[in-house]
């Protein structure tokens, strides 16, 4: 079974353009999450969908964030327009099913951004 | 709020020596507790978990960590580290009304021959 994947990798852009990050869970995961981690910092949530419904999105952390789920499936985070502390590593993860109880997230490997 | 402290950022030993990774909780309401690994170009991977039940969890690779509700702590431990234990591990947290996972800042585990 295949894990979680992210695209691309690495990005570099300049400050001002607009960057997508794509997130391909674990197939049949209802529950999609990104999160960020700046600079050797802690990593933070950013937001949690259920299906292509946002469940929470507390932990954006402005409007040039835009997070999309169609279909369910596959998730898109959108930076526009980057600014320089937008460079970081974003994790995605997955979790299988929507329920009270836990469900343990599956991470990707991340895309690391860098704003210049 | 949640948050969660590691104290330190890196932790140097031999190989063969013990390890203990210090983390620290603070929650208003009851949570799970998780520490993940993170390999070079990897993903996280979930090592052990807490959510309930016996406070002393084993995980994968033979690491444990004990939940200690009244110091607010849940430190990892591993008796006898390898090489391949080099990583930077993740001390987390979760709000049990929630899914959001709340992580430490990480440390860098660094085994050395």
């Known amino acids: 079974e295949a894990g979680v994947t992210q695209f691309p990798s690495h990005s570099v852009i300049e400050k001002g353009q607009t960057v997508t990050l794509r997130c391909d869970p674990i197939s049949g995961h209802d529950n999609l999450y990104w999160y960020r981690r700046v600079m050797g910092k802690e990593i933070k949530f950013l937001l949690h969908f259920v299906k292509e419904s946002k469940q929470d999105e507390s932990g954006m952390p402005n409007n040039r964030f835009l997070a999309e789920r169609t279909g369910g499936t596959y998730s898109t985070l959108k930076v526009q327009p980057a600014e320089l502390e937008d460079s970081g590593v974003y994790f995605c993860a997955s979790s299988h099913r929507a329920s009270s109880s836990y469900n343990e997230q599956f991470f990707g490997p991340g895309t690391r951004l860098t704003v210049l | 709020a949640q948050s969660v402290t590691q104290l330190d950022s890196q932790v140097p030993v031999f190989e063969e020596a013990p390890v203990e990774l210090r983390c620290n909780y603070s929650?208003?309401?009851?949570?799970?507790l998780f520490w993940y690994v993170q390999y070079p170009n990897q993903g996280l991977q979930l090592l052990l978990k807490?959510?309930?039940?016996?406070?002393l969890v084993k995980g994968i690779n033979g690491f444990e960590a004990e939940f200690n509700k009244s110091q607010t702590s849940f430190h990892l431990r591993k008796p006898s580290v390898h090489i391949s234990d080099t990583a930077e591990y993740f001390c987390?947290?979760?709000?049990?009304?929630?899914?959001?996972?709340?992580f430490g800042s990480g440390t860098r585990l660094q085994v050395q021959p």
């Open positions: 929650s208003s309401v009851s949570v799970y």
């Open positions: 807490y959510l309930s039940g016996s406070t």
């Open positions: 987390a947290s979760m709000d049990t009304g929630r899914r959001a996972l709340t």
